[in-house]
């Protein structure tokens, strides 16, 4: 790892119909609560989203994207899908992001690039040597419904994780991400007040700085 004193790398996953430059643009306020702490580097999902599904988008400039696929071209969360698609692909991307634009400490994630990151925390935590990440921040993050997905949550995820938790979340509704905590050994779990965003006020800068001060270079974890 780099120099002590540097501020933390984390690999950033979008929800599904976003973008890494969508994420990026949509987390100035976190980024900027984390300056000097920690640096966000967004990367794209590899699947388009089908035009159909996205056309509630304004951004035709910045073709929506998404990690995996519940039926044809479409995703809802709470689908248990008989046969997701595109999953595979997606975890490769992360990997060769991990691999080519790092090392990085950990992964940040928000909706359906949470539930991404959890399943790598998951593969991680088996010792996947594809995903060298040391702790993971889930926002408004879900566990899979698909049962060909069901294999990432049968043991405890031991790996350190921070769950952001929107109250009321009218996409990703409260118990869906607490069910997701609770696939995790020691989850860490920061509440806020509001709906289907990444927060950054003053309590939720506090709850992620304490969390990942844990892995600042030179704390001795």
Request: overall charge neutral; glycine content about 10%.
């Amino acid at each position: 790892m780099a120099a002590e004193g540097r501020p933390l790398r984390l690999l950033a996953l979008h929800g599904y119909r976003q973008s890494a430059r969508r994420l990026h643009q949509r987390t100035g306020a976190l980024r900027k609560a984390l300056r000097g702490r920690a640096e966000l580097f967004p990367i794209d999902a590899p699947h388009p989203v089908p035009a159909a599904a996205a056309q509630d988008d304004p951004d035709g400039d910045d073709p929506p994207r998404g990690w995996w696929f519940s039926g044809p071209g479409a995703f809802e969360a709470g689908e248990a899908a008989a046969a997701p698609e595109g999953l595979e692909e997606s975890l490769s991307a992360v990997a060769a992001a991990l691999a080519e634009q790092g090392p990085f400490d950990g992964l940040l994630g928000f909706s359906q690039g949470a539930a991404l990151a959890a399943m790598v925390c998951a593969l991680r935590a088996r010792g996947d040597p594809r995903f060298p990440v040391a702790f993971a921040v889930l926002v408004a993050g879900f566990a899979s419904r698909a049962p060909a997905h069901g294999h990432f949550y049968r043991d405890p995820i031991a790996l350190p994780t921070l769950h952001v938790v929107g109250d009321t979340d009218a996409v990703i509704a409260a118990p869906l991400s607490m069910e997701l905590a609770r696939c995790f050994v020691k989850p860490v779990v920061l509440a806020h007040p509001g709906g289907h965003f990444i927060p950054a006020a003053a309590a939720q800068k506090k709850g992620y700085l304490e969390f990942l001060e844990r892995f600042r270079p030179g704390q001795g974890q």
